[in-house]
């Protein structure tokens, strides 16, 4: 699990906005739902590469936001 500290200043390398938290089936992933891109995360670490994030559709974007956990707003 991400520590809060860390999920307060990660932002998406592509629109430099804040990401989400979800615990999804497959594990814990970073998702952007303004682009509807996840990144995933492996061993603890976020892997915020562009090129490396996948797109999200329509139905896995409401999933997601289901399980979604934002940011703390401090």
Do not use: F, Q, T
Request: glycine share 4%; aromatic share 2%; with cysteine.
């Amino acid at each position: 699990m991400l520590d809060n500290a860390l999920l307060n200043i990660l932002v998406c390398p592509a629109d430099r906005g804040p990401l989400v938290l979800v615990d999804s089936a497959d594990g814990e992933l970073l998702y952007n739902p303004r682009l509807r891109r996840a990144y995933r995360i492996e061993d603890g670490i976020p892997v915020l590469l562009v090129d490396e994030a996948r797109d999200v559709d329509d139905d896995e974007h409401a999933r997601l936001m289901e399980r979604a956990r934002p940011a703390d707003p401090r």
